[in-house]
């Protein structure tokens, strides 16, 4: 018989080398991406580049589009590692969270691009369970911004995410302003004077 210790010590290897099999099948598709365009990259290239069999590749994603998922967690863990003690207002935090969102999209604009529109076009299943770290860490600034006071205690944390993830989404998807007709800056600032101002403009 199988002591626990031997059996968890197991389940930790097999949880490490599932995790650096999907990391692996990430970064492969996005260094081919980043080469050939999202459009020209297949799942078969993708295998072939990570070095696994197309079934361990839906064991992970259930579409090119999934990689999403993986997206979002890793740029909500680089956000919550950077955040520091004292920390900042809720505000701020959710601030530089967008700001710190926006700057991984334009630094690989291209392929975030036709990412975002395969995955708005086609949402993969599971996709409203999946890949939810962002919002997840949203609504940790959330509830830690009006615990303290600094955001209205009265709202449903997971309306609060809602409002600010799906009007950031619409944004990204090109369904808000087309591809050059504002600038970048100019429609953060729009966005964020919708989130945090609402369309009365109380700034209470």
Known sequence: MTSAPVAIAAATRRARKKERT?????????????KRGFDAVTIEAICDAADVARGTFFLHFPSKAALLWEWNRQ?????????REPRKNAVTEIRQLVEHISAKLMAQAEVMAGL??????????GAESQGRDLHALVAELVRRGQKRGELRRGLDPRLCVAVIMSTAAAILAGGVWKEGEIAPEKARAQYFDVVFHGLTGDRK
């Not at 395969?118 to 299943?125: C, D, I, N, Q, R």
Request: charged share 25%; aromatic share 16%.
């Open 22 to 34: 999907r990391q692996e099948i990430f970064g492969a598709s996005m260094e081919l991406f980043a």
């Open 75 to 83: 740029v909500a863990d680089e956000f919550r590692a950077g955040l």
């Open 116 to 125: 975002l529109r395969e995955f708005f076009a086609t949402p993969p299943v």
